[in-house]
């Protein structure tokens, strides 16, 4: 079966830019997380939906950033404008209904985002 | 601050040897989990353990949980170089689901 499918892998951009990442869920999963991770702060919840309704967005660092999750299968976070500061690996996590409550989520491989 | 902190935070052993590292938390948990990371990829979860548990095993790994002193350990036995990794332990607050993670221990397994 695919797991969690983000892209993409790795971007590089200049400080100013947007950049739009994506991820698709594993299919019959009804949450999704973002997560990013630097060194210096480690893995941060930014967002999650439940049946594509944002549920808590309280770790989205501030107005740059957006999520949206149009369908059940597609999701993206976006920041605009994109900063030094925003340099990390964004991860995109699913969960089913009977297992997210037990704290178990199905991460894809992260989307390495470098702003120069 | 993170509601898991690992210790240590890196843990280097040599191929054979048991890796025990440890996890403490900040308020009331229903579980815990535990997660690898290898480098360069994303998170896989291993074992959870819930509140009313005290030791889980799940093939070489062993995860005991002290709700008293709201610690956690991971023991993994009989150590492979495949065990290089970074291990996360993870706790969802008694409401709501949002997994929060602790920062960490790197272990390097020589061969």
Request: charged share 20%; hydrophobic share 35%; proline share 4%.
């Amino acid at each position: 079966d695919a797991g969690v499918i983000q892209s993409p892998r790795h971007e590089v951009t200049e400080m100013g830019q947007e950049v739009t990442l994506r991820c698709k869920p594993i299919s019959g999963h009804d949450y999704l997380f973002w997560y990013r991770q630097t060194m210096m702060r480690g893995l941060e919840l930014l967002i999650y939906f439940n049946n594509n309704v944002p549920i808590d967005d309280s770790g989205m660092p501030e107005d740059r950033f957006s999520a949206k999750m149009p369908n059940a299968s597609f999701s993206t976070l976006k920041i605009q404008p994109s900063e030094p500061r925003d340099s990390a690996v964004y991860f995109c996590a699913s969960s089913p209904a009977d297992r997210v409550n037990t704290g178990e989520l199905f991460f894809g491989e992260g989307s390495r985002l470098t702003v120069l | 601050s993170q509601q898991g902190e690992e210790d240590p935070q890196a843990l280097s052993i040599q191929e054979g040897e048991n890796a025990t590292m440890n996890c403490s938390y900040k308020t009331s948990i229903n579980n815990l989990q535990w997660y690898r990371q290898n480098s360069g990829r994303g998170l896989v979860h291993l074992i959870l353990i819930r509140s009313n548990e005290r030791e889980k095993h799940s093939g070489r790994l062993r995860v005991t949980l002290d709700t008293s002193k709201k610690s956690s350990s991971l023991l993994i036995t009989a150590s492979r170089a495949a065990d290089t990794a970074s291990y996360f332990c993870a706790t969802l607050k008694a409401a709501g689901n949002k997994l929060t993670f602790g920062g960490g221990t790197r272990v390097l397994v020589k061969p």
